[in-house]
């Protein structure tokens, strides 16, 4: 429960608003860079601004290579590190870019693909620099849910340490999952077999006192309170308490948001990500 109230402090935070303009612009790389050679964010009002267009780049979706895999890895602790130098060598490597996004007394950083890229097959990265809260966010499913705007909202307007998100379309894959059915492996929420699973393999392991929440949308069926199980669950139970508190953060949102708001057990992705795991390499 103490968890429980530390996200719930954390997600009542959210007070910003999106203008349409940045819901559909591309905009300027164009900031001076700071001191240690990492670039000033364009000045926007939503930071999924700076990543809708960079999203829409991925043509190609590609299984990862022992590289990317250890090129991620390194990623990870360089922002462990906090070594600027790495942290640009390593993105360069992946095909990323990166920015700082100065706030009040706040700086996280955004990593997206470089311009012209369409074959990077990762997420994009939020990752904060500045005092932060052991809270992991991951949107796997932008561009289809509903979720890519509020969930980098999220994450700004509240003291999360990560967050990483599907760095295109999540059907751009041919292949198929493994251990799933029907499902492709640019689907990342239900397979391993891409470089999204392995940064949060990276993150997990380099940073093990985060909580994870991986948020997805319901295709217009409301709220929905599961187990594990996909069962529905008690009212008075912590998934759900948790659950109709969030809705009630979200009750300014406009309906199509409200709409698609699922909560579940954590236990529902972890446990199929623990039998994906057994069978992945």
Known sequence: MKILNIILG????????????????????DAPFDKDNIQFCPDVSTPWSIMNCPWSQGKTFDDP??????????????????????????SSKLKLRVCRRILKNDSYLIF???PKVNDYSGPFIMFRETDSDPIFIQSPHDGSDGTSVITKEVF????SLFLISNGQSKGLSDKKAKCVRNRKTSDVAHSTNNLFWYA???ITLNFPETVVIQVHGSAGNGLKCTNSLARKVEDTSAINVFALSVKNVFSGRPKD?????EICNPGT?????????LRST
């Open 65 to 90: 290579t022992g590289a990317d895999k250890r090129n991620m890895n390194s990623l990870i602790v360089s922002l462990k590190n906090k070594n600027s130098n790495d942290i640009i060598a390593y």
């Open 269 to 277: 992705v972890l446990n199929e990500a623990k039998k994906c795991a």
């Open 112 to 114: 997206v693909t470089r």
């Open 10 to 29: 954390t997600l009542m935070l959210l007070t910003s608003v999106i203008s349409k303009k940045d819901q559909k612009d591309c905009v300027s790389w």
């Open 156 to 159: 700004e307007n509240t003291k």
């Open 200 to 202: 949060h393999k990276a």
């Open 257 to 261: 948001f409200m709409d698609k708001l």
